[in-house]
């Protein structure tokens, strides 16, 4: 079997990729789940654009992103707006995170 892997895409410059892998630990603890989580600095365009990168923070399952509404912005190095039941966040809520779990994770 493969092994889940998360990836949480970031710069440095944005301060909420913290508080993102934060949630993540706590949500896959609550839902019982492993993956390896790979921590991936973005630094300068160039990186930005070869990781499809539109934002920080940005997390993926499997490659897929976690946020249905993503737009292709590669390129962006700036923080990056979630929008989640009709509320802005500048991370992804816990309930994002949780049901891309649900939704991406290999069985």
């Known amino acids: 079997m493969e092994s ?3 990836e949480i895409l970031y710069t440095d410059a944005c301060p909420f990729w ?3 892998l934060e949630i993540i630990n706590e949500v896959m603890k ?3 789940i ?3 989580i790979r921590k991936i600095e973005i630094i300068g365009e160039d990186e930005a654009k070869r990781y499809r990168f ?4 940005t997390v993926r399952i499997n490659g897929i992103d976690i946020d ?3 737009k292709d912005t590669s390129g962006y190095i700036g923080c990056r707006i979630y929008m989640h039941g009709g ?9 994002m995170i949780a049901s891309a779990f ?3 994770m290999k069985k």
Not at 54 to 57: Q, R, T
């Open 4 to 6: 889940n892997v998360v």
């Open 18 to 20: 913290k508080r993102t």
């Open 30 to 32: 609550e839902l019982h």
């Open 34 to 36: 492993s993956a390896n």
């Open 54 to 57: 539109p934002g920080s923070p």
């Open 68 to 70: 249905p509404s993503t």
């Open 87 to 95: 509320r802005t966040y500048e991370y992804p809520p816990r309930e």
């Open 102 to 104: 649900k939704r991406f």
